[in-house]
């Protein structure tokens, strides 16, 4: 689980916008930020290179899942 969306609606930020950068379409961003699809691992890092934070910022910790 992904915390994508949050981050975005944090700093302002438009899925679509985010979808330009990482040069994926805005479904597959949606379905990220959603939490219906996780990205990969290189994605993820990508995410987090565009967005200017950690990795770990986009993730939901295991103790919060259950």
Known sequence: MNRIKEVLEK????????????G???????????????????DLYKIASILNVEVNELLIPIKELN
Not at 11 to 22: D, S, V
């Open 11 to 22: 700093k302002g930020i438009k899925q679509i916008w985010l979808a330009e950068q990482l």
């Open 24 to 42: 994926k379409s805005y479904n597959m961003v949606n379905s990220y930020a959603q939490n219906r699809r996780q990205p990969s691992l290189e």
